[in-house]
């Protein structure tokens, strides 16, 4: 039991110990401490969260002990390099040395893209480079962002068809510093992916006293068609005070847009162009502007082929009834009682000879009888 005892308590000591160890700082550690434009050096790094994206810069203006006050915008963001870490939170990467904007003391600057926020600078020399002292901070005043960072607004129907998405950064800062702040400057930036953010600079109008706190709300704009995720970024006196995630939805109308304008155009020009068509096309008869639409007017078209027919050569009295046929009818005139007498009996083109229900007609006879057959001559 006494064994027991001595055990449970040398577990419990032990415990912090290995929590503190898990909980160390990331270590950055170079190959060389100095090198020239052109050159590389490796960057080792330890400690870090198991597969994390890392992004590795060479900055100036910067102290391993007072981070890179003036932001990303003091490093050489063009030959900046990213690495992700190993199952047991390590790395090794080459990393072309580059001078940065700002003149030295320079770091080797390493942080965090994702996740959890963390970053950790070694001391480098870039040779060659310019070296100056850090700025002074001017005045006692230091402020604190308190509460947590929110975006207020909405966005609107013009921003569903690619107007500029815009919000109210807001949040609560305390002056923890031994003088008043009057009118301080912020710098807002917004990011996307990995690229670093673009700081713009916003001044409040207004003072907060030692020990006091005040709300500020300042504003944040994108640019035009602007979707997906982006981080804002709150900086003061050099250093980052708050980030605030934003998802900007996609801009659905424009697609829209495109899409019934793929549709509509060319069904206005199919019909324009039909219109032309139908207007220039030649009438199909003669009858010109009266004339019926094409498919409507078969009596025509049946007349023209019949007047295109070979005529055949029909009697006398065959004609005579094929013109009283075509003339208007009227009232008949009276027919004396001689004409009837001669008319009664069988049509004018037979006679009794040639009368279908009198006999067969003579061999060689395919019509009828011509003027100058002997049943015509008698007829007449």
Same mark, same amino acid.
């Given at each position: 039991?006494?064994?027991?005892?001595?055990?449970?308590? =040398?577990?419990?000591?032990?415990? $912090?110990?290995?929590?503190?160890?898990?909980?160390?700082?990331? #270590? *950055? &550690?170079?190959? !060389? /401490?100095?090198?020239?434009?052109?050159?590389?050096?490796?960057?080792?790094?330890?400690?870090?969260?198991?597969?994390?994206?890392?992004?590795?810069?060479?900055?100036?203006?910067?102290?391993?002990?007072?981070?890179?006050?003036?932001?990303?915008?003091?490093?050489?963001?063009?030959?900046?390099?990213?690495?992700?870490?190993?199952?047991?939170?390590?790395?090794?990467?080459? =990393?072309?040395?580059?001078?940065? $904007?700002?003149?030295?003391?320079?770091?080797?600057?390493?942080? #965090? *893209? &994702?996740?959890? !926020? /963390?970053?950790?600078?070694?001391?480098?020399?870039?040779?060659?480079?310019?070296?100056?002292?850090?700025?002074?901070?001017?005045?006692?005043?230091?402020?604190?962002?308190?509460?947590?960072?929110?975006?207020?607004?909405?966005?609107?129907?013009?921003?569903?068809?690619?107007?500029?998405?815009?919000?109210?950064?807001?949040?609560?800062?305390?002056?923890?510093?031994?003088?008043?702040?009057?009118?301080?400057?912020?710098?807002?930036?917004?990011?996307?992916?990995?690229?670093?953010?673009?700081?713009?600079?916003?001044?409040?109008?207004?003072?907060?006293?030692?020990?006091?706190?005040?709300?500020?709300?300042?504003?944040?704009?994108?640019?035009?068609?602007?979707?997906?995720?982006?981080?804002?970024?709150?900086?003061?006196?050099?250093?980052?005070?708050?980030?605030?995630?934003?998802?900007?939805?996609?801009?659905?109308?424009?697609?829209?847009?495109?899409?019934?304008?793929?549709?509509?155009?060319?069904?206005?020009?199919?019909?324009?162009?039909?219109?032309?068509?139908?207007?220039?096309?030649?009438?199909?008869?003669?009858?010109?502007?009266?004339?019926?639409?094409?498919?409507?007017?078969?009596?025509?078209?049946?007349?023209?082929?019949?007047?295109?027919?070979?005529?055949?050569?029909?009697?006398?009295?065959?004609?005579?009834?094929?013109?009283?046929?075509?003339?208007?009818?009227?009232?008949?005139?009276?027919?004396?009682?001689?004409?009837?007498?001669?008319?009664?009996?069988?049509?004018?083109?037979?006679?009794?000879?040639?009368?279908?229900?009198?006999?067969?007609?003579?061999?060689?006879?395919?019509?009828?009888?011509?003027?100058?057959?002997?049943?015509?001559?008698?007829?007449?």
């Amino acid at each position: 039991m006494a064994a027991a005892a001595v055990l449970a308590v =040398l577990a419990f000591l032990l415990l $912090p110990a290995g929590q503190a160890t898990a909980a160390e700082k990331p #270590t *950055v &550690t170079l190959s !060389k /401490a100095e090198a020239g434009k052109g050159g590389d050096i490796t960057v080792k790094g330890k400690g870090w969260r198991p597969n994390a994206l890392l992004m590795m810069l060479v900055c100036g203006q910067a102290t391993p002990a007072g981070g890179v006050p003036g932001g990303t915008n003091s490093c050489a963001n063009d030959t900046g390099r990213a690495v992700t870490t190993d199952g047991k939170g390590a790395f090794s990467k080459k =990393l072309p040395v580059a001078e940065p $904007p700002k003149p030295c003391p320079c770091v080797v600057h390493v942080a #965090t *893209v &994702t996740g959890d !926020k /963390a970053q950790a600078d070694a001391s480098f020399k870039v040779a060659g480079h310019p070296v100056e002292p850090l700025p002074k901070q001017e005045g006692g005043g230091r402020l604190s962002v308190l509460t947590d960072t929110e975006l207020e607004g909405s966005s609107g129907v013009l921003t569903w068809f690619g107007a500029p998405p815009s919000r109210k950064f807001v949040f609560t800062v305390g002056n923890v510093g031994s003088s008043p702040v009057k009118d301080p400057v912020f710098q807002v930036g917004t990011s996307h992916g990995v690229f670093a953010p673009q700081f713009e600079e916003q001044q409040w109008r207004g003072t907060i006293a030692p020990g006091k706190k005040a709300q500020i709300k300042l504003p944040v704009e994108l640019s035009a068609g602007a979707h997906g995720n982006y981080l804002v970024s709150l900086k003061f006196g050099g250093k980052v005070l708050a980030e605030q995630p934003w998802g900007v939805g996609r801009p659905w109308g424009v697609t829209v847009f495109w899409v019934l304008l793929c549709v509509v155009v060319p069904a206005a020009v199919f019909r324009i162009g039909m219109a032309v068509v139908d207007k220039l096309r030649p009438n199909r008869r003669r009858g010109g502007r009266g004339s019926r639409p094409a498919g409507r007017h078969r009596t025509g078209r049946i007349a023209e082929l019949t007047d295109r027919l070979p005529k055949l050569r029909l009697p006398q009295g065959a004609v005579a009834a094929d013109d009283a046929a075509r003339t208007p009818r009227t009232s008949p005139p009276r027919a004396s009682a001689k004409d009837a007498a001669t008319n009664t009996g069988t049509l004018p083109w037979f006679t009794p000879d040639t009368d279908p229900g009198a006999g067969t007609p003579p061999a060689g006879q395919l019509s009828a009888p011509s003027e100058n057959s002997p049943t015509t001559k008698g007829n007449t």
